[in-house]
């Protein structure tokens, strides 16, 4: 027996193994473009688009800090005037 004939045989005998591995290796190599291809939006957007993101969730953030600063100054005079009415003065009732 040749060793072509041996190939042969073996090819035969393990095909469900021989088309797994290529298919495998199809789907690694479509894995393989996909990924290139996501770092290259990536890379191409670049700065500018993470700069922008960024700046959007700044504003966000001020008006979020605006908005509880006014809120802690509503409960400061509400907290005033409760004190006042209990006769309350740094926390320790008369």
């Not at 060793?3 to 290529?22: C, I």
């Not at 890379?43 to 993470?50: F, K, L, M, N």
Request: charged share 25%; net charge positive; proline share 2%.
């Amino acid at each position: 027996m040749t060793r072509v004939t041996k190939v042969k045989n073996w090819l035969t005998e393990h095909s469900t193994v021989v088309s797994f591995l290529v298919l495998q290796g199809i789907a690694l190599l479509t894995y393989a473009v996909r990924l290139e291809t996501r770092v290259a939006i990536l890379e191409t957007r670049g700065a500018p688009y993470t700069v922008e993101r960024l700046a959007g969730i700044d504003n966000r953030l001020t008006v979020l800090e605006t908005t509880t600063t006014q809120n802690k100054e509503r409960l400061d005079v509400v907290i005033d005037v409760m004190t006042r009415e209990l006769n309350i003065t740094k926390g320790i009732p008369k």
